[in-house]
């Protein structure tokens, strides 16, 4: 069977230059938009057989030097209170290995604009968005392969509050990775 793919994004700004061959899914903002439309897309296939969701979107880096696209290998759902969940003698699940790279994306529903949040999140992952770990979680539970490609947009700072202003660049750069990698 042919390799086949859905690519997924938050937002159409993010997607913009998705190759018009690709099928595209737009989620919304949020860890429950992302993972209830991928899950509601991933239901209305025949088969899932040769699928893999691609995950493209922005991401804040969350430490100094960081710029440019990445594939992480590694997404944390950050904002789940996962040691108080797994005292309670249940697993949270809030880290999912996707890749084999050394990147770690930590994805909440928290817009992250803060530079004291931003440090505190940089001592366990390396940039942060809000839908990777749900997108990733949906494809994993159907059993679907899943790729996450970030675009670093921001500084996981003030700057983020402009990123209606910086998306273009990101999309471009996602637009080109995906039509020279899939």
Same mark, same amino acid.
């Given at each position: 069977?042919?390799?086949? !793919?859905?690519? +997924?994004? #938050? /937002? #159409?700004? *993010?997607? @913009? !230059?998705?190759p018009p061959d690709l099928p595209l899914l737009i989620t919304g903002i949020g860890k429950t938009a @992302? @993972?209830?439309? /991928? %899950?509601?897309?991933?239901? #209305?296939? &025949? !088969?899932?057989s040769g699928l893999t969701v691609v995950n493209v979107g922005t991401a804040g880096a969350l430490r100094p030097g960081l710029s440019g696209l990445f594939e992480p290998g590694v997404v944390l759902n950050h904002d789940i209170n996962a &040691?108080?969940?797994?005292s309670l003698g249940h697993d949270p699940q809030e880290r999912l290995v996707v890749g084999t790279s050394e990147v770690v994306l930590a994805t909440g529903d928290v817009f992250v604009s803060d530079p004291v949040v931003r440090d505190a999140l940089a001592g366990r992952a390396h940039l942060v968005d809000m839908e990777g770990y749900a997108v990733a979680w949906a494809a994993q539970?159907?059993? +679907?392969? +899943?790729?996450? +490609?970030? !675009?670093?947009?921001?500084? %996981? &700072? *003030?700057? @983020?509050?402009d990123w209606a202003s910086m998306v273009e660049a990101s999309a471009v750069a996602l637009g080109e990775w995906l039509e020279s990698s899939l």
């Open positions: 069977m042919a390799e086949r !793919h859905l690519v +997924v994004s #938050a /937002t #159409a700004a *993010e997607a @913009a !230059h998705v @992302a @993972a209830a439309a /991928t %899950a509601r897309a991933l239901a #209305a296939y &025949d !088969h899932l &040691d108080v969940i797994r539970q159907a059993g +679907v392969p +899943v790729r996450l +490609v970030k !675009h670093v947009s921001d500084t %996981a &700072d *003030e700057s @983020a509050l």
